[in-house]
C-alpha cells in the first residue's frame, strides 16, 4: 500500500488542524492505521491508531483529549484531526500502516508502509 499525508500547515496555538492520508490499493480496510510525528532533534513517536473497521482507538497521552483519529474505508483515507494545538505539537506527522494483526501499534516497528510526512507549525 502507498500513503500520501497532505493538511499540514501553520497554525497558532489552540488552533485546529487536520491532517489526511490517502492509500492506494482496494485492501485499506484490512490495515491498522497509526499517526506518528517526529519533531527536529526528537525521535519520531506515537499519536493514534486506528482499527480496520474505526470502531477501535488509542492515543497517546499527551494528545489524548486533543486529538480525534478517524478513517473513511470507502476513500481509502485516514484523518488526524487536532484541536487545542500547541507549539509542542510541531512536528512532521507521518501516516502509517500494517495489516498483521496482535500488535500494539504504538512502536514505528510494528509499522510496514509509511507515508511521506507532513509538516505541522503551531506557532506561540
Known amino acids: 500500500v502507498q500513503l500520501q499525508a497532505s493538511g499540514g500547515g501553520l497554525v497558532q496555538a489552540g488552533g485546529s488542524l487536520r491532517v489526511s492520508c490517502a492509500a492506494s490499493?482496494?485492501?485499506?480496510?484490512?490495515?491498522?492505521m497509526g499517526w506518528f510525528r517526529q519533531a527536529p532533534g526528537k525521535e519520531r513517536e506515537f499519536v493514534a491508531y486506528i482499527g480496520t473497521g474505526g470502531g477501535v482507538t488509542h492515543y497517546a497521552d499527551s494528545v489524548k483529549g486533543r486529538f480525534t483519529i478517524s478513517r473513511d474505508n470507502a476513500k481509502n483515507t485516514v484523518y488526524l484531526q487536532m484541536n487545542s494545538l500547541k507549539p509542542e505539537d510541531t512536528a512532521v506527522y507521518y501516516c502509517?500502516?500494517?495489516?498483521?494483526?496482535?500488535?500494539?501499534?504504538?512502536?514505528?516497528?510494528?509499522?510496514?508502509?509509511w507515508g511521506q510526512g507532513t509538516l505541522v507549525t503551531v506557532s506561540s
Open positions: 502509517a500502516a500494517d495489516n498483521a494483526y496482535y500488535k500494539s501499534y504504538v512502536r514505528t516497528l510494528e509499522y510496514a508502509y
Open positions: 490499493g482496494r485492501t485499506f480496510s484490512t490495515y491498522i
